[in-house]
T-cell receptor, first 114, second 112 residues
Framework: NAGVTQTPKFQVLKTGQSMTLQCAQD?????MSWYRQDPGMGLRLIHY???????DQGEVPNGYNVSRSTTEDFPLRLLSAAPSQTSVYFC?????????????FGPGTRLTVT | GQSLEQPSEVTAVEGAIVQINCTYQ??????LSWYQQHDGGAPTFLSY????GLEETGRFSSFLSRSDSYGYLLLQELQMKDSASYFC?????????????FGSGTQLTVLP
C-alpha cells in the first residue's frame, strides 16, 4: 500500500493564480481531510469529506474548494492564490470505523505564494 | 469553539522521562489523541484516550482526565530520535462526522 500520496511536493504560485493540490489514498478510507500548517503552529482543518460526494467546511475554508467524486481522491483547489495561503498542506485519511479516528497523513505540499 | 494549550518547548536528556501536558476546552468531546512530527515530515499517530486513565504503548504513555479537561503524554527512556514536535488533538463530534482540532505543538529537544 502506498498509503496517502500528495502531489506536488513543492509549488510556487503568483498572487491570483489558481491550482489544484492532489491527494489520493489506497486504504479504502471513507474519511478524508485537508489541513494547513503554518510555521510553529498546529494543523488547522480546511475541508473534510465523510465519503464520495459529501464534503464540508472545517475551521479555515475561505479561498479553497474541494470535491470528492471517488473514495480514493480528494483534491484541494485554490481559487485565487494569496500570500496568506503560503503554508504546508497535508491531506489525511481515516477509517470511519476507527475508534481512535487515527489520521494517516500524506507527505505534504509546501506552497509559496509570491 | 475549541482551544488547546500545551507548552511550546521542552528539553530533556537522553534516557530521561519527560511529560508533555495538554489542557483543552471544547464541546462534543470524544477523546484526546497525540501525534508526533519530525522536522519536514508528516504527523504520525501515537496514542488515543477516550476514557480516563493511562494508556501505554511501549516507551510512550498517554493519560486523560475528562473531568479536568487535561491530558499528558509521557515519554520514557528518551532517545535522540524522539526529538520532534508533539501535538495533542481533541476529537469532537460535528453532525454525523468527527473532527480533530490540534494544539500548537510542543517542540521536544533531547540532548545527549
Amino acid at each position: 500500500n502506498a498509503g496517502v500520496t500528495q502531489t506536488p511536493k513543492f509549488q510556487v504560485l503568483k498572487t491570483g493564480q489558481s491550482m489544484t493540490l492532489q491527494c489520493a489514498q489506497d486504504m479504502n478510507h471513507e474519511y478524508m481531510s485537508w489541513y494547513r500548517q503554518d510555521p510553529g503552529m498546529g494543523l488547522r482543518l480546511i475541508h473534510y469529506s465523510v465519503g464520495a460526494g459529501i464534503t464540508d467546511q472545517g475551521e479555515v475554508p475561505n479561498g479553497y474548494n474541494v470535491s470528492r467524486s471517488t473514495t480514493e481522491d480528494f483534491p484541494l483547489r485554490l481559487l485565487s492564490a494569496a500570500p496568506s495561503q503560503t503554508s504546508v498542506y497535508f491531506c489525511a485519511s481515516s477509517d470511519r470505523d476507527s475508534k481512535s479516528y487515527e489520521q494517516y497523513f500524506g507527505p505534504g505540499t509546501r506552497l509559496t505564494v509570491t | 469553539g475549541q482551544s488547546l494549550e500545551q507548552p511550546s518547548e521542552v528539553t530533556a536528556v537522553e534516557g530521561a522521562i519527560v511529560q508533555i501536558n495538554c489542557t483543552y476546552q471544547t464541546s462534543g468531546f470524544y477523546g484526546l489523541s497525540w501525534y508526533q512530527q519530525h522536522d519536514g515530515g508528516a504527523p504520525t499517530f501515537l496514542s488515543y484516550n477516550a476514557l480516563d486513565g493511562l494508556e501505554e504503548t511501549g516507551r510512550f504513555s498517554s493519560f486523560l482526565s475528562r473531568s479536568d479537561s487535561y491530558g499528558y503524554l509521557l515519554l520514557q527512556e528518551l532517545q535522540m530520535k524522539d526529538s520532534a514536535s508533539y501535538f495533542c488533538a481533541v476529537q469532537i463530534s460535528s453532525g454525523s462526522a468527527r473532527q480533530l482540532t490540534f494544539g500548537s505543538g510542543t517542540q521536544l529537544t533531547v540532548l545527549p
